[in-house]
């Protein structure tokens, strides 16, 4: 490396690092792919009273996130508690529809994280239908609307 390079690798870059007229803007989203949790969903009752395993794939949209440049913990999510949220939701209720279920979850994360928007996906491995299929997902967005001045 030169001498003359005063490059700063410890850290991320900041507007000054740039020439240009333009900025970089920073937007962190944190996910978590594959939780397993033992539920008790379905349009049928067996579904209901016996229970099966789904599988939540869940985003969180934060926008900036003071850790990208503090590297503190306390300035992101917490995903551990993410999990820890989205699984009481989906133990403590029986829905028939993964849509339901979807958005409940996305809405108690809405509630308990500063994150912009929150994708929860919930997928039912083996859904008990008539055909040979891997799974079954629904998908279910939820955005904090800009409020006008």
């Not at 209720?93 to 279920?101: A, I, N």
Request: proline share 4%; aromatic share 4%; with cysteine.
């Amino acid at each position: 490396m030169d001498d003359d390079d005063d490059d700063d690798l410890d850290g991320p870059l900041d507007d000054e690092d740039f020439d240009r007229e333009d900025r970089v803007q920073t937007v962190v989203t944190v996910e978590v792919n594959g939780l397993s949790l033992y539920t008790h969903h379905g349009v049928s009752a067996a579904e209901r009273d016996v229970g099966q395993r789904l599988i939540l794939d869940i985003r969180l949209e934060l926008g900036e996130a003071d850790a990208t440049v503090t590297d503190r913990v306390q300035d992101t999510v917490d995903y551990g508690r993410v999990c820890e949220v989205a699984a009481l939701v989906a133990t403590q209720r029986s829905d028939k529809t993964l849509e339901r279920l979807c958005a409940a979850i996305a809405d108690r994360l809405l509630k308990d994280f500063d994150a912009l928007a929150i994708s929860v996906k919930t997928s039912k491995p083996e859904p008990p239908i008539p055909l040979p299929v891997e799974s079954v997902s629904v998908e279910v967005w939820r955005e904090l609307e800009e409020l006008d001045d």
